[in-house]
């Protein structure tokens, strides 16, 4: 029997673990973590993440081919092929702060591999890395330990949360990237046969290692381009009265360009766009190419802008100030179908308005209040370091209610953002929210759910991403 250990029970690990082990039903597959927590919830009913389709992946398979544990050491001296899927965070400190990708978690993860090995081993990079990262990692490792053979792969994952089963049951593509030696080659046969379990052979891409590392972070600042292209584009749409909807459907028509990921909206949020160009950024300028990386800048650029941009119509369009109303933000993760908040363009709408001295009502379906106050609490860049998380200031923390009810957030409320797409959004009863709120009442919708006539013809004063204004905002001050 194969064993595969994966280092890394989070967003990455857990779904592409459970996956494989119900694909692969003679596979053994131990998923570890240092955090204990987050392993007794992978052992509990209450799974530390929510991923639709996930649970009953897990349910099926756990206890008989898929474990989750905290012996680390253990697990990964018994395995065939080691997955490691560790955070790998932009520096907070020191050389490429704000920038670099910490490669921290997966060195030490790299020296206890060499530590603990007794047995040959495929090293499998599942995280997010730096090109050329493999090289590194193998010096660790053949460095450490003598007469046991390393073999890397790189093996970058493209699941989206929120759609992580679907994208893991029928990828786009399994891109798998290994040495041209005679080992690389079998090593790379080795994990393609993992995944020819259930992915056709045509989707299985092979390449050498720094391609693969490469595409990681070229797919995701080209995905996360197009989304700041359309963004630009939405503010030229409400300066002339363009409809950024039809701008979208229209180019996206031609085949060249395709439909996919051409929604406006408040700016991209999550743990990977802006963390992996911010990285790409920063091999560019190490490799002297300070054109290619103020390219790749931009992207980021247009993107704060936009969240910059939001926060400035909601504050003009209400009389220039916000300070003691009531605004009720409706959705906090940073898409829909997740409760994962990292770097959600809510934090910065929210912080922006409560500088204004906005009273804020948080509705979220899937964020608790704890994690809302934490991300309201951080400090840019301080996401994976909550042991160095600053209390919310006692005025602010007056300034900010989460409730578990969309209709609650809303009463009484001046106005109402829309940060995240979710489906309840869209199905609100419209009148009843509007009966409820001070008037004018003012919607201002980060997402384009909402139905901007039929909210205009009830009463509300309603903003939409790259929509025509409506009379009210047109007279308002121009946006910065
Ligand atoms: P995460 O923070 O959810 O999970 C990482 C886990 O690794 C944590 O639970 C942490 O405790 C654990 N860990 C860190 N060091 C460890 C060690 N030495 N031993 C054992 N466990 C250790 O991160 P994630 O979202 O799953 O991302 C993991 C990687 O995958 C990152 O490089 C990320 O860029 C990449 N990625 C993420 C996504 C996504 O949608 N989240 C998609 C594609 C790729
Ligand atoms: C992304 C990549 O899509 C995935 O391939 C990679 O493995 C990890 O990073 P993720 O961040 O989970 O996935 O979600 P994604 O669907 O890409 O959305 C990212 C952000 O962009 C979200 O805030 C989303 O709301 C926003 N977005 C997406 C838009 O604003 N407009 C769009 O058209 C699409």
Same mark, same amino acid.
């Given at each position: ?15 592409? !673990? ?14 570890? &973590? ?9 052992? /509990? ?17 756990? %206890? ?10 253990? #697990? ?35 020296? !206890?591999?060499?530590?603990?090995? +007794? ?6 990079? +599942? ?28 093996? =970058? ?9 679907? &994208? ?20 790379? #046969? ?6 020819? #379990? ?34 630009? !584009? ?6 002339? %009265?363009?409809?950024? /909807? ?22 991209? %949020?999550?743990?990977?766009?802006? +963390? ?75 912080? %922006? ?60 409320? #001046? ?23 001070? +008037? =004018? ?40």
């Amino acid at each position: 029997m194969v064993k595969i250990c994966c280092i890394g029970a989070g967003y990455v690990g857990g779904p592409t !673990m459970a996956v494989i082990a119900l694909k692969c039903p003679e596979i053994e597959v131990v998923v570890v &973590d240092i955090a204990a927590p987050r392993i007794n919830a992978w052992n /509990s009913d209450h799974l530390p993440i929510y991923e639709p389709g996930l649970d009953d992946v897990v349910k099926q398979c756990r %206890g008989k081919n898929l474990f989750f544990s905290t012996d680390v050491e253990k #697990h990964v001296a018994e395995a065939d092929i080691v997955f490691v899927s560790v955070n790998t965070p932009t520096k907070t400190q020191g050389l490429g702060a704000g920038k670099a990708a910490d490669l921290t978690y997966w060195e030490s993860a790299a020296r !206890m591999i060499a530590d603990v090995s +007794k047995s040959d081993k495929i090293v499998v990079e +599942k995280s997010t890395v730096p090109v050329k990262t493999a090289e590194a990692i193998e010096r660790i490792l053949t460095h450490n330990r003598k007469g046991i053979n390393f073999t890397i792969l790189s093996n =970058p994952e493209f699941l989206a949360e929120g759609t992580a089963i679907a &994208d893991l049951f029928k990828p786009d593509r399994v891109l798998i990237g290994g040495r041209e030696t005679p080992e690389g080659q079998k090593a790379i #046969h080795s994990l393609k046969s993992v995944y020819a #379990h259930w992915v056709p052979e045509d989707r299985i891409l092979c390449t050498n290692l720094w391609s693969a590392e490469l595409s990681k972070l070229a797919a995701n600042a080209f995905l996360a381009q197009r989304i700041s292209s359309v963004n630009a !584009m939405s503010a030229l749409c409400e300066a002339t %009265g363009a409809d950024v /909807s039809q701008v979208s459907h229209s180019i996206g028509t031609d085949s060249r360009i395709g439909p996919k990921f051409l929604n406006a909206s408040v700016g991209f %949020g999550g743990s990977c766009f802006q +963390k992996d160009i911010l990285n790409l950024v920063y091999i560019c300028e190490c490799n002297g190419l300070p054109e290619v990386a103020n390219y790749w800048k931009q992207v980021i650029k247009v993107n704060d802008y936009q969240k910059m941009r939001f926060v400035n119509r909601v504050v003009s369009s209400m009389f220039n100030t916000v300070s003691g109303k009531k605004i009720a933000v409706l959705g906090f993760a940073f898409k829909k179908d997740t409760g994962d908040t990292r770097e959600t363009p809510a934090i910065d709408v929210c912080k %922006g308005l409560l500088g204004d001295k906005a009273k804020l009502s948080i509705y979220d379906p899937q964020v608790t209040e704890d994690q809302i106050m934490r991300d309201l609490a951080m400090k840019k860049f301080d996401w994976d370091h909550p042991a160095h998380l600053q209390p919310l200031s006692p005025t602010s923390n007056k300034q900010v209610s989460v409730v578990w009810d969309a209709y609650e957030a809303i009463k009484d409320a #001046h106005g109402i953002c829309v940060m995240t797409e979710w489906d309840e959004f869209k199905n609100l009863d419209y009148q009843k929210v509007y009966d409820s709120m001070q +008037k =004018p009442a003012f919607i201002f919708d980060g997402r384009n759910v909402v139905d901007v006539n039929k909210l205009r013809e009830i009463g509300f004063i309603v903003y939409s991403i790259g929509k025509p204004l409506d009379s009210w905002l047109k007279d308002m001050p121009a946006v910065a």
